[in-house]
Nanobody, 126 residues
Framework: QVQLVESGGGLVQAGGSLRLSCAAS????????MGWFRQAPGKERELVAA????????NYADSVKGRFTISRDSAKNTVYLQMNSLKPEDTAVYYC???????????????????WGQGTQVTVAS
């Protein structure tokens, strides 16, 4: 059974940091592009960050550039999202996703992506 399991969410004060992890199991995801998305109440799911299968290409939403960093550890089949200088507007459920086509993650084609995790809540208090 293929699974993406997120962890690391929680409650943090504005200006603080969190590190999200997404552990993949059930298959080898080393050929897959991975991405982090988020969805706040009443809003559409949006791309936060994307990373190619090799880790050599990344993309970030303008709202998180310079504050968030996506990375992956192929040996552990895990992708990370380091979030620094968190703001209340970063509050959302964060999801990881995987797809063979990096471009679909890069442009945020949420309805087409092959695998999704269940999400982890991030709450940033002001």
């Amino acid at each position: 059974q293929v699974q993406l399991v997120e962890s690391g969410g929680g409650l943090v004060q504005a200006g603080g940091s969190l590190r999200l992890s997404c552990a993949a199991s059930g298959r080898d995801f080393n050929g897959y592009a991975m991405g982090w998305f988020r969805q706040a109440p009443g809003k559409e799911r949006e791309l936060v960050a994307a990373i190619s299968w090799s880790g050599g290409v990344t993309n970030y939403a303008d709202s998180v550039k310079g504050r968030f960093t996506i990375s992956r550890d192929s040996a552990k089949n895990t992708v990370y999202l380091q979030m620094n200088s968190l703001k209340p507007e970063d509050t959302a459920v964060y999801y990881c996703a995987a797809d063979m086509a990096y471009v679909r993650i890069h442009v945020g084609l949420t309805s087409t992506l092959e695998y999704w995790g269940q999400g982890t809540q991030v709450t940033v208090a002001s």
